[in-house]
């Protein structure tokens, strides 16, 4: 492993690969999506429960590499709560960080900038948005 990609794996992200939060799936009513990348093996089971607009809940199963993981951690922990749009806007900033583009700095992305390095590698970045992918099509299965 090159010292580059030590440097990618930081105590954050590994933190939320060692300890996931939101890990599982919401039984009830929940929004399904399953997702894989296949170029690196990832799979996710998301679960969401949109109510009112509104994230109420967001759940994640799977396995792959500690960048999946711990982007799906985070995604679920930062989406939480939100609204749609702004889980939306969250995810389009991810997305912008993901291509090195300049994002938009003035939302809080707390443990989400930790994957900012990502940037960098990739044949990584499908690894980092597969959950974030799999959360917009989530909330665009909500829409009547
Ligand atoms: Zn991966």
Known sequence: ????LDQLYRRVIMDHYKNPRNKGS???GALTIDMNNPTCGDRIHLTL??????????KFDGEGCSISMASASM???AVKGKTVEEALQLSSTFSEMMLGKDYDDSIELEDIES???VSQFPARIKCATL???AMEKGVSLDKD
């Open 1 to 4: 492993m090159s010292s580059n």
């Open 26 to 28: 919401i039984e009830d």
């Open 49 to 58: 429960q949109v109510e009112d607009g509104k994230i109420q809940n967001a």
């Open 75 to 77: 995604m679920t922990q």
């Open 115 to 117: 994957l900012s390095g």
């Open 131 to 133: 959950a974030w992918k």
